[in-house]
């Protein structure tokens, strides 16, 4: 028989073990209370517009608190001008999380091409259908879809995301001024080539004519390069897909001339890398990009562009899916918002929120969302 000490140790064992396998079990219980819970969001460090619409005026900051839950399972019609790049994509998965986070459903309709006015025109008049609760709207031109959306309006809410839009239908705005992003790359010539140094030329590639944001993104650009010595020497305008922009950029190299930066979308400076790099021209030409993606990102790591302002756009699709939530449940008070814009180069690419910026690798374009919500 064990002595008393020896008792006394084995019972204190055995109390030991019991309360292991009791807190085990607490913890197993906590844990599965928590996964039933709905997920809290975090918070959204956002510039709130105090005149809705007008991104020139006087903005503040706000440490935005999302909804935690929506009422009901609300099925919106989410519209974009393309899927071709990773910044639309990158919008997608902010809008496929937080309609998953809130357990509502949304069904995309993507319009191909910012040239496709009139599919996104048909493919918006899909959305009056009364399926649907509410339009997010990325829009392929400033004031195309303006008298459709105007229809809709006056039966659903309308929330545009992103791009540049005649305001008169809409309901609230998840955006950041593209006159401000065409700025902070401007500024960025301006720092490196300041007025009085020797001349640069550049090329400028604004986009795509007709869209909502190349006209204030070009604008904003050509305001900041009045503080540097850079010069536009050529202007190439097109599509911004890969293949659209890499031709550009190789009809532009074809003639020969000489050029210190290329200027212009994520796409176009991207497929630059590799031009640049088969033709010998890495080190005599710099790129610049107007926003961000993974490649621009990628290549300002390694030293291959020089800077890109970042704009959060993972950020904007959360927002544009929560505001139309709030408008339909009745909870909307913040009109007018969207990230702030920081540029990005390799001094401070490893500090560069990528959670907010970019979706992850193995994420796939997702055009339908199931509600969860009843």
Not at 126 to 137: L, S, T
Request: aromatic share 8%.
């Amino acid at each position: 028989m064990p002595g008393r000490a020896d008792q006394g140790y084995i019972e204190t064992q055995a109390f030991v073990t019991d309360m292991r396998h009791f807190l085990e079990l607490i913890g197993a219980g906590l844990f599965l209370i928590a996964m039933a819970l709905p997920s809290q969001a975090d918070t959204w460090s956002l510039q709130v517009f105090d005149q809705p619409f007008h991104d020139e005026g006087r903005s503040r900051h706000l440490d935005y608190q999302p909804l935690e839950q929506a009422t009901r399972g609300w099925r919106l019609c989410v519209l974009y001008p393309h899927l071709k790049d990773a910044y639309w994509l990158s919008v997608n998965y902010g809008m496929v999380e937080e309609a998953r986070r809130l357990g509502v459903g949304f069904d995309l309709f993507e319009a191909g091409g910012y040239p496709n006015l009139e599919r996104q025109i048909a493919q918006l008049r899909e959305c009056a259908d009364q399926r649907y609760d509410a339009v997010v709207i990325g829009t392929v031109s400033y004031a195309g879809l303006t008298p459709v959306l105007t229809e809709i309006a006056r039966a659903k809410p309308v929330i545009a995301v992103v791009n540049d839009i005649d305001p008169s239908p809409l309901t609230a705005k998840a955006s950041v001024p593209w006159t401000e992003m065409g700025r902070a790359a401007g500024r960025e010539l301006a720092r490196l080539h300041p007025k009085g140094t020797p001349t640069v030329d550049i090329a400028w590639f604004p986009g795509p004519h007709g869209a909502g944001w190349v006209t204030f993104v070009d604008a904003g650009f050509r305001q900041a390069l009045e503080e540097s010595s850079a010069r536009i020497v050529r202007v190439m305008y097109g599509d911004t897909g890969r293949e659209a922009q890499a031709q550009l950029v190789e009809q532009l190299l074809s003639d020969g001339q000489h050029l210190d930066y290329l200027v212009g979308s994520g796409p176009m400076a991207e497929v630059a890398i590799s031009i640049l790099r088969n033709q010998a021209a890495t080190e005599k030409t710099g790129i610049i990009s107007t926003y961000m993606s993974h490649g621009v990102y990628r290549g300002i790591r390694r030293g291959r562009i020089v800077s890109a302002p970042a704009d959060a756009p993972v950020i904007q699709g959360k927002l544009g899916i929560e505001m139309s939530i709030r408008t339909l449940e009745g909870k909307l008070s913040i009109i007018h918002a969207g990230p702030a814009i920081n540029i990005i180069t390799s001094d401070n690419a490893d500090r560069f929120d990528r959670s907010a910026n970019l979706a992850p690798a193995s994420f796939l374009p997702t055009f339908s969302v199931h509600a969860t919500s009843r």
